[in-house]
Protein backbone atom coordinates (compact mmCIF):
# COMPACT_ATOMS: atom_id res chain seq x y z
CA UNK A 1 0.00 0.00 0.00
CA UNK A 2 2.41 2.44 0.97
CA UNK A 3 4.79 1.60 -2.21
CA UNK A 4 1.76 2.15 -4.13
CA UNK A 5 1.02 5.95 -2.56
CA UNK A 6 4.84 6.32 -3.18
CA UNK A 7 4.18 5.30 -6.44
CA UNK A 8 1.93 8.15 -7.18
CA UNK A 9 3.45 10.49 -4.80
CA UNK A 10 0.23 10.65 -2.32
CA UNK A 11 0.55 11.81 0.91
CA UNK A 12 -2.67 10.10 2.68
CA UNK A 13 -4.78 7.75 1.60
CA UNK A 14 -8.09 7.03 3.93
CA UNK A 15 -10.61 4.32 3.63
CA UNK A 16 -14.21 4.08 5.23
CA UNK A 17 -16.38 0.60 5.74
CA UNK A 18 -19.64 0.88 6.80
CA UNK A 19 -22.38 -1.26 5.69
CA UNK A 20 -22.59 -1.10 1.96
CA UNK A 21 -20.36 1.72 1.93
CA UNK A 22 -16.41 0.62 0.92
CA UNK A 23 -14.65 4.28 0.27
CA UNK A 24 -11.21 5.64 -0.52
CA UNK A 25 -10.24 9.20 -0.43
CA UNK A 26 -6.89 9.83 -1.69
CA UNK A 27 -4.99 13.18 -0.67
CA UNK A 28 -2.62 13.72 -2.85
CA UNK A 29 -0.96 17.28 -1.77
CA UNK A 30 -1.71 20.06 0.25
CA UNK A 31 0.90 22.88 -0.46
CA UNK A 32 -1.68 24.92 -1.94
CA UNK A 33 -4.96 24.37 0.06
CA UNK A 34 -7.75 22.01 1.07
CA UNK A 35 -7.64 19.20 -1.63
CA UNK A 36 -10.42 19.31 -4.21
CA UNK A 37 -11.55 16.38 -6.88
CA UNK A 38 -14.64 14.54 -7.90
CA UNK A 39 -16.12 11.30 -5.96
CA UNK A 40 -16.33 8.29 -8.49
CA UNK A 41 -19.30 6.11 -8.12
CA UNK A 42 -18.73 3.41 -10.65
CA UNK A 43 -18.09 -0.57 -10.61
CA UNK A 44 -14.55 -1.91 -9.91
CA UNK A 45 -13.36 -5.41 -10.33
CA UNK A 46 -11.40 -5.21 -7.21
CA UNK A 47 -10.55 -3.00 -4.47
CA UNK A 48 -7.00 -2.67 -5.63
CA UNK A 49 -8.40 -1.69 -8.68
CA UNK A 50 -10.76 1.17 -7.15
CA UNK A 51 -7.46 2.33 -4.53
CA UNK A 52 -5.37 2.72 -7.77
CA UNK A 53 -7.75 4.90 -9.45
CA UNK A 54 -8.15 7.07 -6.49
CA UNK A 55 -3.93 7.95 -6.19
CA UNK A 56 -3.76 8.41 -10.02
CA UNK A 57 -6.42 10.43 -10.05
CA UNK A 58 -5.97 12.59 -7.09
CA UNK A 59 -2.20 13.56 -8.20
CA UNK A 60 -3.41 14.95 -11.21
CA UNK A 61 -6.06 17.23 -9.72
CA UNK A 62 -2.53 18.53 -7.54
CA UNK A 63 -1.30 19.03 -11.33
CA UNK A 64 -4.69 20.85 -12.50
CA UNK A 65 -5.01 23.17 -9.54
CA UNK A 66 -1.04 24.05 -9.39
CA UNK A 67 -1.19 25.20 -13.25
CA UNK A 68 -4.73 26.81 -12.93
CA UNK A 69 -3.17 28.93 -9.74
CA UNK A 70 -6.18 27.50 -8.08
CA UNK A 71 -5.75 27.47 -4.61
CA UNK A 72 -6.65 24.10 -4.10
CA UNK A 73 -4.43 20.35 -3.10
CA UNK A 74 -5.23 16.98 -5.43
CA UNK A 75 -7.54 15.15 -3.92
CA UNK A 76 -10.71 12.71 -5.14
CA UNK A 77 -12.80 9.90 -4.00
CA UNK A 78 -13.80 6.32 -4.68
CA UNK A 79 -16.71 4.48 -3.83
CA UNK A 80 -17.08 1.28 -4.71
CA UNK A 81 -20.89 0.38 -6.38
CA UNK A 82 -22.52 -1.96 -4.22
CA UNK A 83 -23.38 -5.29 -5.69
CA UNK A 84 -27.38 -5.54 -5.46
CA UNK A 85 -29.67 -3.39 -3.89
CA UNK A 86 -28.91 -0.31 -1.35
CA UNK A 87 -30.22 2.64 0.04
CA UNK A 88 -28.07 6.01 -2.58
CA UNK A 89 -29.40 8.49 0.34
CA UNK A 90 -27.73 6.82 2.86
CA UNK A 91 -24.85 5.94 1.46
CA UNK A 92 -24.13 9.60 0.71
CA UNK A 93 -25.13 10.56 3.88
CA UNK A 94 -22.31 8.20 5.33
CA UNK A 95 -19.80 8.96 3.04
CA UNK A 96 -20.36 12.89 3.97
CA UNK A 97 -19.57 12.13 7.79
CA UNK A 98 -16.98 10.35 6.55
CA UNK A 99 -15.79 13.42 4.51
CA UNK A 100 -16.65 16.09 7.64
CA UNK A 101 -14.08 13.30 9.93
CA UNK A 102 -11.21 15.10 7.51
CA UNK A 103 -12.31 18.49 8.85
CA UNK A 104 -11.57 20.43 5.47
CA UNK A 105 -8.67 18.69 4.08
CA UNK A 106 -10.67 17.04 1.28
CA UNK A 107 -13.53 18.88 -0.17
CA UNK A 108 -15.72 16.69 -3.28
CA UNK A 109 -17.52 17.13 -5.97
CA UNK A 110 -19.21 15.42 -8.79
CA UNK A 111 -17.43 12.93 -11.10
CA UNK A 112 -18.23 9.89 -12.97
CA UNK A 113 -21.49 7.79 -11.48
CA UNK A 114 -22.13 11.03 -8.97
CA UNK A 115 -25.20 13.52 -9.57
CA UNK A 116 -26.16 16.95 -7.88
CA UNK A 117 -28.84 14.55 -5.79
CA UNK A 118 -26.00 12.79 -4.32
CA UNK A 119 -23.88 15.81 -3.60
CA UNK A 120 -26.98 17.65 -1.91
CA UNK A 121 -27.13 14.24 0.41
CA UNK A 122 -23.18 14.85 1.35
CA UNK A 123 -24.27 18.53 2.06
CA UNK A 124 -26.73 18.23 4.84
CA UNK A 125 -24.12 16.09 6.60
CA UNK A 126 -20.97 18.12 5.70
CA UNK A 127 -20.34 22.10 4.16
CA UNK A 128 -17.07 20.42 2.32
CA UNK A 129 -18.79 19.63 -1.07
CA UNK A 130 -18.67 21.85 -4.03
CA UNK A 131 -20.92 20.72 -6.70
CA UNK A 132 -24.42 20.77 -4.54
CA UNK A 133 -27.32 22.10 -6.38
CA UNK A 134 -26.77 25.72 -4.48
CA UNK A 135 -22.91 25.47 -6.74
CA UNK A 136 -23.84 24.67 -9.89
CA UNK A 137 -22.98 22.63 -12.88
CA UNK A 138 -19.15 23.23 -13.87
CA UNK A 139 -19.80 22.17 -17.69
CA UNK A 140 -20.06 25.60 -18.97
CA UNK A 141 -17.04 26.67 -16.90
CA UNK A 142 -14.79 23.66 -18.64
CA UNK A 143 -16.29 24.08 -21.98
CA UNK A 144 -15.49 28.21 -21.93
CA UNK A 145 -12.00 27.31 -20.74
CA UNK A 146 -11.67 24.43 -24.14
CA UNK A 147 -13.14 27.17 -26.70
CA UNK A 148 -10.11 29.44 -25.24
CA UNK A 149 -7.55 27.09 -25.15
CA UNK A 150 -8.38 26.03 -28.98
CA UNK A 151 -7.63 29.75 -29.66
CA UNK A 152 -4.73 30.25 -28.49
CA UNK A 153 -3.41 26.48 -29.58
CA UNK A 154 -4.56 27.60 -33.13
CA UNK A 155 -3.26 31.06 -32.96
CA UNK A 156 0.51 29.59 -32.14
CA UNK A 157 0.10 26.91 -34.25
CA UNK A 158 -1.42 28.06 -37.49
CA UNK A 159 -1.67 31.95 -36.79
CA UNK A 160 -5.14 32.61 -37.31
CA UNK A 161 -8.32 32.59 -35.66
CA UNK A 162 -11.28 29.58 -35.98
CA UNK A 163 -13.16 31.34 -39.03
CA UNK A 164 -13.74 28.58 -41.93
CA UNK A 165 -11.56 25.78 -39.89
CA UNK A 166 -12.21 22.27 -39.58
CA UNK A 167 -12.86 21.36 -35.80
CA UNK A 168 -13.70 17.02 -35.22
CA UNK A 169 -15.62 17.07 -31.99
CA UNK A 170 -15.10 13.22 -30.24
CA UNK A 171 -18.32 13.18 -27.70
CA UNK A 172 -20.81 15.36 -27.44
CA UNK A 173 -21.89 15.59 -23.47
CA UNK A 174 -22.12 18.35 -21.34
CA UNK A 175 -19.10 19.58 -22.41
CA UNK A 176 -18.64 18.61 -26.10
CA UNK A 177 -22.00 20.04 -27.20
CA UNK A 178 -21.33 23.46 -25.73
CA UNK A 179 -18.12 23.30 -27.39
CA UNK A 180 -19.60 23.14 -30.11
CA UNK A 181 -22.33 26.09 -30.34
CA UNK A 182 -19.18 28.59 -29.13
CA UNK A 183 -17.13 27.07 -31.97
CA UNK A 184 -20.70 26.96 -34.81
CA UNK A 185 -20.52 30.90 -33.40
CA UNK A 186 -16.83 31.44 -34.21
CA UNK A 187 -17.23 30.32 -37.69
CA UNK A 188 -15.56 27.22 -37.52
CA UNK A 189 -16.84 24.08 -39.46
CA UNK A 190 -17.76 20.63 -37.19
CA UNK A 191 -17.61 17.33 -38.04
CA UNK A 192 -18.98 15.53 -35.06
CA UNK A 193 -19.81 11.96 -33.93
CA UNK A 194 -21.11 10.71 -30.60
CA UNK A 195 -21.85 7.05 -29.45
CA UNK A 196 -25.28 8.17 -29.22
CA UNK A 197 -26.93 8.86 -32.33
CA UNK A 198 -28.98 11.83 -31.25
CA UNK A 199 -26.93 13.90 -29.79
CA UNK A 200 -24.93 13.85 -33.06
CA UNK A 201 -28.02 14.17 -35.37
CA UNK A 202 -28.64 17.30 -33.09
CA UNK A 203 -25.50 19.33 -33.70
CA UNK A 204 -26.10 18.67 -37.21
CA UNK A 205 -29.57 20.38 -37.02
CA UNK A 206 -28.08 23.19 -34.71
CA UNK A 207 -24.91 23.46 -35.84
CA UNK A 208 -25.16 22.31 -39.56
CA UNK A 209 -22.35 19.64 -38.42
CA UNK A 210 -21.46 16.88 -40.42
CA UNK A 211 -21.90 13.15 -38.67
CA UNK A 212 -19.69 10.81 -38.76
CA UNK A 213 -19.02 6.98 -37.27
CA UNK A 214 -17.24 7.39 -33.82
CA UNK A 215 -14.59 4.92 -35.69
CA UNK A 216 -13.82 7.26 -38.08
CA UNK A 217 -13.52 10.70 -36.16
CA UNK A 218 -9.48 10.25 -35.93
CA UNK A 219 -8.84 9.88 -39.92
CA UNK A 220 -11.08 13.40 -40.65
CA UNK A 221 -9.62 15.85 -43.19
CA UNK A 222 -9.67 18.52 -40.31
CA UNK A 223 -6.93 21.42 -38.51
CA UNK A 224 -8.57 21.04 -34.85
CA UNK A 225 -9.30 17.00 -33.19
CA UNK A 226 -11.22 17.56 -30.16
CA UNK A 227 -11.41 14.46 -27.73
CA UNK A 228 -14.40 15.02 -25.67
CA UNK A 229 -15.62 11.63 -24.64
CA UNK A 230 -13.87 8.87 -22.88
CA UNK A 231 -9.79 9.04 -21.99
CA UNK A 232 -7.08 6.93 -23.19
CA UNK A 233 -7.79 8.00 -26.95
CA UNK A 234 -4.54 8.75 -28.48
CA UNK A 235 -2.86 5.60 -28.75
CA UNK A 236 -0.72 4.14 -30.82
CA UNK A 237 -3.57 3.09 -33.23
CA UNK A 238 -5.48 6.07 -32.42
CA UNK A 239 -2.73 8.51 -33.87
CA UNK A 240 -1.55 7.24 -36.75
CA UNK A 241 -4.74 8.17 -38.42
CA UNK A 242 -4.88 11.55 -37.26
CA UNK A 243 -4.90 14.62 -40.15
CA UNK A 244 -5.05 17.27 -37.81
CA UNK A 245 -2.51 20.17 -36.62
CA UNK A 246 -3.99 21.20 -32.96
CA UNK A 247 -5.07 18.59 -30.49
CA UNK A 248 -7.48 20.42 -28.01
CA UNK A 249 -10.45 18.83 -25.88
CA UNK A 250 -11.83 18.31 -22.20
CA UNK A 251 -11.46 14.69 -21.96
CA UNK A 252 -9.08 13.61 -18.77
CA UNK A 253 -6.46 11.34 -19.45
CA UNK A 254 -6.17 11.47 -22.88
CA UNK A 255 -2.19 10.10 -23.42
CA UNK A 256 -2.90 6.35 -23.44
CA UNK A 257 0.46 6.05 -22.09
CA UNK A 258 3.21 9.46 -21.43
CA UNK A 259 5.46 8.50 -24.42
CA UNK A 260 2.27 8.94 -27.04
CA UNK A 261 2.75 12.76 -26.18
CA UNK A 262 6.42 12.49 -27.29
CA UNK A 263 4.53 10.68 -30.41
CA UNK A 264 2.63 13.90 -31.27
CA UNK A 265 5.40 16.39 -30.88
CA UNK A 266 7.39 14.51 -33.39
CA UNK A 267 4.48 14.35 -35.64
CA UNK A 268 4.25 17.98 -34.85
CA UNK A 269 0.82 18.07 -33.37
CA UNK A 270 0.27 20.68 -31.11
CA UNK A 271 -1.48 18.67 -28.24
CA UNK A 272 -2.68 20.91 -25.51
CA UNK A 273 -2.47 19.21 -21.93
CA UNK A 274 -5.58 18.10 -20.78
CA UNK A 275 -5.30 19.05 -17.50
CA UNK A 276 -4.87 22.38 -17.96
CA UNK A 277 -7.37 23.09 -20.92
CA UNK A 278 -9.90 21.22 -19.50
CA UNK A 279 -9.26 23.31 -15.87
CA UNK A 280 -12.33 25.62 -16.43
CA UNK A 281 -14.83 23.39 -14.19
CA UNK A 282 -12.23 23.06 -11.12
CA UNK A 283 -11.41 26.84 -11.32
CA UNK A 284 -15.54 26.78 -11.17
CA UNK A 285 -16.07 24.35 -8.58
CA UNK A 286 -13.24 26.36 -6.51
CA UNK A 287 -14.63 29.85 -7.05
CA UNK A 288 -17.78 29.37 -5.70
CA UNK A 289 -16.82 27.20 -2.95
CA UNK A 290 -14.61 30.32 -1.86
CA UNK A 291 -17.74 32.52 -2.74
CA UNK A 292 -15.81 34.54 -5.95
CA UNK A 293 -18.11 36.13 -8.36
CA UNK A 294 -19.20 34.98 -11.93
CA UNK A 295 -17.33 37.32 -13.07
CA UNK A 296 -13.94 36.76 -10.91
CA UNK A 297 -14.29 33.16 -12.25
CA UNK A 298 -14.02 34.46 -15.46
CA UNK A 299 -11.33 36.35 -15.47
CA UNK A 300 -9.24 33.32 -13.60
CA UNK A 301 -9.97 30.85 -16.53
CA UNK A 302 -8.96 33.52 -18.96
CA UNK A 303 -5.77 33.50 -17.13
CA UNK A 304 -5.24 29.92 -19.17
CA UNK A 305 -4.27 31.88 -22.35
CA UNK A 306 -1.02 32.81 -20.75
CA UNK A 307 -0.70 29.70 -19.37
CA UNK A 308 -0.94 27.67 -22.19
CA UNK A 309 1.22 30.36 -24.16
CA UNK A 310 4.33 29.45 -22.54
CA UNK A 311 3.97 25.75 -22.37
CA UNK A 312 3.80 25.88 -26.23
CA UNK A 313 6.63 28.69 -26.38
CA UNK A 314 8.78 26.15 -23.86
CA UNK A 315 8.08 23.25 -25.64
CA UNK A 316 9.14 24.97 -29.00
CA UNK A 317 12.25 26.58 -27.66
CA UNK A 318 13.30 23.18 -25.50
CA UNK A 319 12.19 20.69 -28.12
CA UNK A 320 10.08 19.16 -25.45
CA UNK A 321 6.73 17.82 -25.81
CA UNK A 322 3.80 19.97 -24.38
CA UNK A 323 2.64 17.65 -21.93
CA UNK A 324 6.43 17.36 -20.20
CA UNK A 325 6.77 20.63 -20.25
CA UNK A 326 3.09 21.05 -18.38
CA UNK A 327 4.16 18.53 -15.94
CA UNK A 328 7.46 19.69 -15.04
CA UNK A 329 6.03 23.32 -14.31
CA UNK A 330 3.11 21.88 -12.10
CA UNK A 331 5.44 19.75 -9.97
CA UNK A 332 7.74 23.37 -9.66
CA UNK A 333 4.72 24.61 -8.19
CA UNK A 334 4.31 21.77 -6.19
CA UNK A 335 7.78 20.72 -4.83
CA UNK A 336 9.61 24.21 -5.70
CA UNK A 337 12.98 24.25 -4.81
CA UNK A 338 13.26 20.46 -4.75
CA UNK A 339 12.15 20.04 -8.18
CA UNK A 340 15.21 19.60 -10.48
CA UNK A 341 13.62 20.96 -13.56
CA UNK A 342 13.64 24.70 -14.43
CA UNK A 343 11.21 25.32 -17.03
CA UNK A 344 8.75 27.26 -14.45
CA UNK A 345 12.38 29.82 -13.98
CA UNK A 346 12.32 29.95 -17.64
CA UNK A 347 8.59 30.13 -17.29
CA UNK A 348 8.83 33.38 -15.42
CA UNK A 349 11.25 34.70 -17.81
CA UNK A 350 8.95 34.30 -20.78
P1 LIG B 1 -20.64 13.49 -20.59
O1 LIG B 1 -20.81 12.14 -20.00
O2 LIG B 1 -21.74 14.49 -20.45
O3 LIG B 1 -20.32 13.36 -22.16
C1 LIG B 1 -19.49 12.41 -22.73
C2 LIG B 1 -20.06 12.13 -24.12
O4 LIG B 1 -19.12 11.34 -24.84
C3 LIG B 1 -21.38 11.38 -24.09
O5 LIG B 1 -22.32 12.02 -24.93
C4 LIG B 1 -21.00 9.99 -24.59
O6 LIG B 1 -22.08 9.37 -25.27
C5 LIG B 1 -19.86 10.33 -25.53
N1 LIG B 1 -18.95 9.23 -25.80
C6 LIG B 1 -18.48 8.29 -24.95
N2 LIG B 1 -17.66 7.46 -25.59
C7 LIG B 1 -17.57 7.88 -26.87
C8 LIG B 1 -16.87 7.44 -28.02
N3 LIG B 1 -16.07 6.37 -27.99
N4 LIG B 1 -17.04 8.13 -29.17
C9 LIG B 1 -17.83 9.19 -29.22
N5 LIG B 1 -18.55 9.65 -28.16
C10 LIG B 1 -18.40 9.01 -27.00
O7 LIG B 1 -19.27 14.05 -20.00
P2 LIG B 1 -18.75 15.55 -19.94
O8 LIG B 1 -19.11 16.13 -18.64
O9 LIG B 1 -19.11 16.27 -21.20
O10 LIG B 1 -17.17 15.28 -19.89
C11 LIG B 1 -16.49 14.76 -21.02
C12 LIG B 1 -15.04 14.45 -20.64
O11 LIG B 1 -14.42 15.60 -20.10
C13 LIG B 1 -14.87 13.36 -19.58
O12 LIG B 1 -13.67 12.66 -19.85
C14 LIG B 1 -14.71 14.16 -18.30
O13 LIG B 1 -13.99 13.43 -17.32
C15 LIG B 1 -13.92 15.35 -18.79
N6 LIG B 1 -14.09 16.56 -17.98
C16 LIG B 1 -15.33 17.08 -17.78
C17 LIG B 1 -15.45 18.23 -17.01
C18 LIG B 1 -16.80 18.85 -16.76
O14 LIG B 1 -16.86 19.96 -16.21
N7 LIG B 1 -17.91 18.21 -17.16
C19 LIG B 1 -14.32 18.84 -16.44
C20 LIG B 1 -13.06 18.29 -16.69
C21 LIG B 1 -12.95 17.14 -17.47
Known sequence: MFSMMQGQTVQELHFCQQGPLNAVIAIHNLTLGPALGGCRFIDYENEEQAITDALRLAKGMSYKAALARVPQG???AVIIKPKGS????QLFKQFGQFIQSLSGRYITAMDSGTQVQD???IRSQTPFVSSSSNIGD???ATAQGVVLGMITAVEFQLGQDMKGLTVAIQGLGHVGMALAKQLHKEGAKLIVCDVDEQKSLW???AFGATVVNVDDIYS????VFSPCGLGAVLNEKTISQLKCKVIAGCANNQLAQDDIGQMLHEQKILYVPDYVINSGGLIFASGRFRGL???QIGHEIYKLKDTLNKIFILS???KQASHQIANEMAEHILYGAESQNTNANMLEAV
Open 74 to 76: GGK
Open 86 to 89: FDRQ
Open 119 to 121: MDD
Open 138 to 140: PSP
Open 203 to 205: AQQ
Open 220 to 223: QECE
Open 293 to 295: SAH
Open 316 to 318: KNK
